[in-house]
């Protein structure tokens, strides 16, 4: 009896130990991946199906026109069902162990519970069916029978289609095909574009057949599609904003699959095979560049020709391809890019330079710099967007995408680097929130969201540790938390300090050339100092990118023709245009009106300088530069400009200057005034104008009422002068066509739009000390705009700031849902009006506040910002979205970032001091990410 009872206990735990493992293996990360794509699509297709039988129900009158659905209790109730089904099915699949380690994307990074997750594909889920359903079956009412047949068409066309794209797209990610090329994505796999393209087209003749003539202006569709030209073009539209949405729906079910795409397990198992056949020395001999000097005006790394893998060519830089390289279109500099306020911009300017480098070529492109623009003295302020960390980040996002279809980025220098003088040396100290919130965050998303392919090292200290040998910083958060897959690379020369320390901190390559590595690296290795197996991980990493960049198989093949090509020479003009600032007209002084205006008294030798910027690693040889007064000449007609170069001014030009209509002082600094340390003149030593400019400005201004001055520069400037000038301009370093954009914003060919994306102080003592003689500095949580609203000081022209020929109307705040869910996501709208008598682009920005907190925050942070172009008396709505996550403080104690249960204010309007618009809304319940 014993034995049978124990024979019985041993089958009972074999049976609950192969249950066990059942389970385990069901809840093995993949698995989990999968479940949680299939259950996603199918509550994201039944939440539409909901909403739109509810518009069905006010179409045929069963319900009162004017129903607002997603309140209807019925409603309610279904989507209390479906979200209870997919919380289900998700604990069922994951593990918080498998949804931390799958990483997953979209709305959903940073989830890391089952709970969470499942909150998180719930509000996102929901959010997008409402979106796509109010695009496609908007508000019913009354409608005609064929106008109610069309709606009825398009609105299960679209549903329809973005389901089965949903799931052609989820058929190919379980299972990527060997020819999907490493690197892309399942919707480049050509089987399945195919199938979707035949599916498009269906659907496009189902809506275009049933949506004829006047029947489709009578039919209800939501914005953008709210007047569609014809059937044709109404489906157009509906089909994309169901690829849209689809999108937001995919990236939140799977994981991030980072650079690589979908093919990352195809890669993978390369890499484990080409590891497999690499001795230990040429391991080693992939991790350091090859030498000091450039080749073929290209920094490389070794190759491997017996594997077949090409060695890394590396090049400058963040405002176009360096001159080592020779000729190459000068962009305006980035801090004049992030004026624009416009990532999409930002993308094509990333794709020009990424294209420029390749024709080069050079396989990654050293840029963008995505350091806090912590002090304007920083000699390379210009290199930088700004001082904020969500404009950094947004425009260091739409950098790398556009630059990442032709080269890997290298977004550089992390961290804290932002003082020239001392930047080999400088010990950087700061608090752990600080660290987190103000000066990694722009470095996180260029990480999570864009995928850049290449981090590198800043060579300053943090805390106590050299950047590149920094363990906190390389090893726990670039590669631990945020799960970096690209490689860690070292500034130039100085970066690198040490050999073991380094490789195990996750620096991977030494550049540009083996000072520590190298032989030292094999020393290292043979002393214990340093595994093999950190070696691999190293060389892993410089793999991965490799071969997801296909780096292999299509290396860059130079071509001229690329490089300096009309369109980049129009994007150049276009971007400057974006990025000039006006920052004060009085009177109408601007633009200048040619049929009024005889003559032009053009002041300032810098009036005939291509003045581009920096000349160090930044540095940008174009083959050609428009100055300012050969654009102002060039659209002049028949003003008659006369330029006096010569200061102080002689009597002679005095007269001149005072018998013009108009006078013009172009001032500003140049490559001799401020750039990156030791190579050239480094931090600015002041805020000021250098030089006499000042005197120069006052004694124009004193002898011509209508006084223009247009600044050049890489960030804030001074003004003495400024009460006594018609009009200023800041228009950075423009590029190689800043002249012409410059003449194009006096003569009013187009209305400025840029926004400063820096503080221009009255004083340099209204901002946080700047000390670049000392080897030990200590950063706060504050400086810039948040530095002046928390000591109450009047900026010059705040942050965010910037005026148009026209003027903007802010109105009709709206914030939904009232009370967030802590994985939910927040929408807000705001209808902006062009209230004045010219088209123009308006930045509209959102900024939160938090009162209530318990921990010391800013008085408001930058969390959104759009732009939009609106015809006079237009008006149109701009929208944001937040996540709950967008919220967090790091809690340094529990070391995770919290959201709290608050309620927080938002502030919308043109500028960060002039937010008209303004709301609440609260976080339901405390939460992690
Ligand atoms: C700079 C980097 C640059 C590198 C290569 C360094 O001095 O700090 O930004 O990419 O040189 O030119």
């Given at each position: 009896?014993?034995?049978?009872n ?7 735990i074999?049976?609950?130990?192969a249950?066990a493992s059942a389970?385990?293996?069901a809840?093995?990360?993949r698995a989990?991946e999968l ?10 297709a ?6 739109a039988?509810c ?6 009158g069963?319900?009162p026109?004017g129903t607002?659905c ?6 309610g ?13 998700a604990?069922?699949?994951?593990t ?15 989830t890391t ?10 509000a996102?889920h929901e ?14 009412g009354?409608?005609?029978?064929p ?22 797209l989820g ?12 690197g ?6 050509p089987?399945t574009?195919?199938?979707i393209?035949?599916?498009r087209?269906?659907?496009v ?9 006047a ?12 007047a569609?030209?014809?059937?044709e ?6 089909l ?12 939140a ?12 397990d195809?890669?993978?198992?390369r890499i484990?095979r080409l590891?497999?056949?690499?001795p230990?020395?040429?391991?080693i001999?992939q991790?350091?560049?090859?030498s000091v ?9 070794p190759?491997?020709d017996?594997?077949?893998?090409p ?7 963040p ?10 279109t000068?962009?305006?500099?980035a801090?004049?890019?992030g004026a ?9 300017v990333?794709?020009?330079?990424g294209?420029?480098a ?7 492109i050293?840029?963008?710099?995505l350091?806090?623009?912590r002090h304007?003295?920083?000699g390379?302020?210009q290199?930088t ?10 425009m260091g996002?739409?950098?790398i ?9 290298s977004a ?6 932002s003082i ?5 040396e400088?010990?950087?100290s700061?608090?752990?929130r ?5 000066y990694?965050?722009?470095?996180r ?13 800043a060579y ?5 540790q050299?950047c590149?040998e920094n ?5 726990d ?8 897959r ?6 130039w020369?100085l ?16 550049m540009?050339?083996?000072v ?14 340093v595994s ?5 991980a190293?060389?892993r990493?410089?793999?991965r990118?490799?071969?997801?960049f296909?780096?292999d198989?299509?290396p860059p ?6 490089v ?9 003009r276009?971007?400057?245009?974006q ?8 009177h109408?002084?601007l633009p ?13 030798a810098l009036?005939?300088?291509?003045n ?5 690693s930044?540095?940008?040889s174009?083959s050609?530069?428009?100055t300012?007064?050969?654009?102002i000449?060039?659209?002049a007609?028949d003003?008659?400009v006369t ?7 002689s ?13 013009l002082?172009v ?5 001799d005034?401020e750039?990156?340390?030791q190579?050239t003149?480094g ?21 011509n009422p209508?006084?223009v ?6 960030s ?15 228009a950075w370093?423009?590029?190689q066509?800043?002249?012409n ?13 840029g ?8 004083s340099?003592l209204?901002?946080p ?5 000392r080897l ?10 948040r530095?002046?609203?928390r000591?109450?000081?009047?900026p010059l ?6 005026l148009?020929?026209t ?11 009232s009370?967030?869910?802590p ?9 902006v009006?062009?209230?004045?008598g010219?088209?123009?682009d308006?930045i509209?920005q959102?900024y ?10 800013a ?5 959104a ?7 006079p008396?237009?008006?149109r709505?701009?929208e ?5 996550a967008?919220?967090?403080f ?7 970032w ?9 502030r919308v ?17 405390t939460?992690?990410r």
């Amino acid at each position: 009896m014993a034995s049978v009872n124990a024979r019985l206990a041993g089958l009972a735990i074999l049976a609950l130990l192969a249950g066990a493992s059942a389970a385990a293996h069901a809840r093995a990360p993949r698995a989990c991946e999968l479940r949680v794509a299939h259950a996603g699509t199918e509550f994201f297709a039944r939440s539409m199906a909901v909403l739109a039988s509810c518009q069905e129900r006010i179409g045929r009158g069963a319900l009162p026109a004017g129903t607002e659905c997603t309140a209807e209790p019925a409603v309610g109730k279904q989507r209390a069902a479906l979200a209870a089904r997919l919380v289900h099915r998700a604990r069922q699949a994951c593990t918080d162990a498998a949804v931390t380690s799958l990483a997953f994307g979209g709305h959903c990074a940073g989830t890391t519970s089952v709970a969470s997750l499942a909150g998180c594909l719930q509000a996102n889920h929901e959010a997008e069916a409402e979106t796509l359903v109010g695009v496609a079956d908007a508000a019913r009412g009354a409608l005609s029978a064929p106008a109610e047949r069309c709606q009825a068409e398009a609105s299960r066309r679209t549903r329809g289609f973005a389901v089965e794209r949903l799931r052609l797209l989820g058929l190919c990610k379980r299972r990527p095909p060997h020819r999907l090329p490493a690197g892309a994505d399942c919707d480049a796999e050509p089987r399945t574009a195919k199938r979707i393209a035949a599916l498009r087209a269906r659907a496009v003749r189902a809506i275009g057949a049933r949506c004829v003539g006047a029947t489709v202006a009578g039919a209800r569709f939501g914005p953008p599609c709210a007047a569609p030209a014809d059937g044709e073009s109404l489906a157009g539209c509906l089909l994309a904003a169901a690829d849209v949405a689809g999108e937001d729906v995919l990236m939140a079910e799977y994981r991030n699959e980072g650079f690589c795409g979908d093919s990352g397990d195809v890669v993978e198992r390369r890499i484990r095979r080409l590891l497999g056949r690499m001795p230990l020395a040429e391991k080693i001999a992939q991790m350091h560049g090859t030498s000091v000097a450039p080749i073929g005006g290209v920094y490389r790394t070794p190759g491997n020709d017996r594997l077949g893998i090409p060695g890394l060519g590396m090049i400058d830089g963040p405002r176009g391809v360096s001159v080592i390289a020779g000729h190459a279109t000068a962009f305006p500099v980035a801090a004049a890019r992030g004026a624009t306020w416009d990532t999409a911009l930002e993308e094509r300017v990333g794709e020009a330079i990424g294209t420029e480098a390749r024709a080069k070529g050079a396989t990654v492109i050293l840029a963008p710099v995505l350091n806090i623009l912590r002090h304007p003295r920083w000699g390379r302020a210009q290199e930088t967007y700004g001082e904020d960390t969500v404009h950094l980040g947004s425009m260091g996002v739409g950098f790398i995408r556009g630059a990442q279809r032709h080269v890997v980025a290298s977004a550089k220098h992390l961290a804290a680097n932002s003082i020239e003088n001392t930047r080999f040396e400088v010990d950087v100290s700061m608090d752990e929130r600080t660290l987190r919130e103000v000066y990694l965050p722009h470095f996180r998303v260029a990480v999570e969201q864009a995928h850049a392919g290449s981090i590198m090292a800043a060579y300053n200290k943090l805390n106590g540790q050299h950047c590149a040998e920094n363990v906190h910083l390389l090893h726990d958060i670039l590669k631990g938390e945020w799960g970096f897959r690209g490689f860690v690379e070292s500034d130039w020369v100085l970066g690198v300090r040490s050999t073991a320390p380094s490789a195990n901190a996750g620096l991977d390559i030494e550049m540009p050339s083996a000072v520590f590595y190298g032989a030292k690296l094999a020393d290292a290795v043979a002393a214990g100092d340093v595994s093999e197996a950190t070696v691999d991980a190293g060389v892993r990493r410089i793999l991965r990118t490799t071969l997801c960049f296909r780096l292999d198989s299509e290396p860059p093949v130079p071509d001229p023709s690329l490089v300096e090509s009309p369109a980049h020479l129009d994007l150049a003009r276009e971007v400057a245009r974006q990025g000039i600032v006006l920052l004060k007209n009085e009177h109408g002084a601007l633009p200048l009106d040619r049929s009024r205006i005889r003559s032009l008294a053009v002041v300032g030798a810098l009036a005939a300088v291509a003045n581009l910027g920096d000349r160090g690693s930044s540095n940008v040889s174009p083959s050609a530069a428009v100055t300012p007064l050969d654009g102002i000449r060039a659209q002049a007609g028949d003003v008659t400009v006369t330029h006096l170069p010569a200061t102080p001014l002689s009597a002679n030009d005095q007269a001149v200057v005072a018998a013009a209509d108009a006078a013009l002082v172009v001032a500003g600094l140049t490559a001799d005034d401020e750039g990156e340390g030791q190579i050239t003149p480094g931090d600015r030593k002041t805020l000021a104008l250098p030089g006499d400019q000042d005197t120069l400005v006052a004694s124009v201004a004193a002898l011509n009422p209508r006084t223009v001055v247009v600044l050049e520069g890489g960030s804030a400037i001074t003004m003495p002068w400024v009460d006594q000038v018609a009009a200023i301009l800041m228009a950075w370093y423009p590029g190689q066509e800043g002249g012409n954009a410059i003449a194009d914003v006096l003569f009013g060919a187009i209305n400025p739009s840029g926004k400063l994306p820096v503080t221009f102080p009255r004083s340099e003592l209204d901002l946080p000390e700047f000390v670049d003689d000392r080897l030990a500095v200590t950063y706060g949580y504050y400086h810039g705009y948040r530095h002046l609203d928390r000591e109450g000081i009047e900026p010059l022209f705040p942050f965010g700031f910037g005026l148009s020929y026209t003027t903007f109307g802010y109105s009709n705040l709206t914030i939904v849902p009232s009370t967030l869910s802590p994985e939910g996501l927040l929408r807000v709208t705001a209808d902006v009006t062009n209230t004045g008598g010219a088209p123009g682009d308006e930045i509209a920005q959102l900024y939160v506040s938090y009162p209530g907190s318990r921990v010391d925050r800013a008085v408001k942070d930058l969390k959104a910002f759009g732009r939009v172009h609106l015809e006079p008396g237009e008006t149109r709505t701009v929208e944001f979205e937040l996540r709950a996550a967008d919220l967090a403080f790091y809690d340094v104690a529990a070391g995770a970032w919290e959201v709290e249960p608050i309620a927080y204010a938002v502030r919308v309007g043109p500028s960060s001091r002039d937010l008209p618009l303004v709301g609440t809304f609260a976080v339901a319940a405390t939460a992690l990410r």
